[in-house]
């Protein structure tokens, strides 16, 4: 990761952003997705626009499958925060947009990833997927 004072270097929006706690979970995310996972970058969005409900709502990562449809909502929280019933319900609420059959929760130092059976409305804590080459 590429860090200069204040500012993080995103490689995703291909700029350098603020370093806020978040975004050093965000970008540690981003990290592991694509080194670890092999996500390519060119497949996630960051800060991806949604609308729920008539308002505007920013989902911190979306992952994208080949077939360019979204395929993983990532939320993260600065280290400290709780990934809680809260969180989780957060990221539900993005998926009645978005219908996608991963959640990712993370706050740097826990990681759940959830698959989402939306036919029987439930959520299995499942092992992070590798992203199909």
Same mark, same amino acid.
């Given at each position: 990761m590429k860090i200069d004072g204040d500012k993080i270097f995103d490689p995703v929006r291909r700029r350098w952003v603020r370093l806020t706690p978040e975004e050093w979970v965000r970008q540690q995310t981003i990290e592991m997705l694509h080194e670890r996972y092999g996500y390519p970058l060119e497949l996630m969005q960051v800060e991806a626009a949604i609308t729920?409900? +008539? !308002?505007?709502? %920013? #989902?911190?990562? =979306? =992952?994208?499958?080949?077939?360019?449809?979204?395929?993983?909502? /990532?939320? #993260?929280?600065?280290? +400290?925060?709780?990934?809680? @019933?809260?969180?989780?319900? @957060?990221? #539900?609420?993005?998926? !009645?947009?978005?219908? /996608?059959?991963?959640?990712l929760l993370t706050n740097g130092k826990q990681i759940i990833c959830l698959?989402?059976?939306?036919?029987? +409305?439930?959520? %299995?804590? /499942?092992?992070?997927?590798?992203?199909?080459?």
């Open positions: 729920l409900n +008539g !308002l505007t709502k %920013r #989902c911190d990562i =979306v =992952v994208y499958g080949r077939d360019v449809k979204p395929w993983m909502i /990532v939320e #993260c929280k600065k280290e +400290g925060v709780a990934l809680s @019933q809260k969180v989780v319900d @957060q990221a #539900c609420r993005y998926n !009645l947009v978005l219908k /996608v059959p991963y959640l698959l989402v059976n939306a036919e029987e +409305g439930k959520l %299995r804590v /499942v092992a992070i997927p590798e992203h199909a080459v």
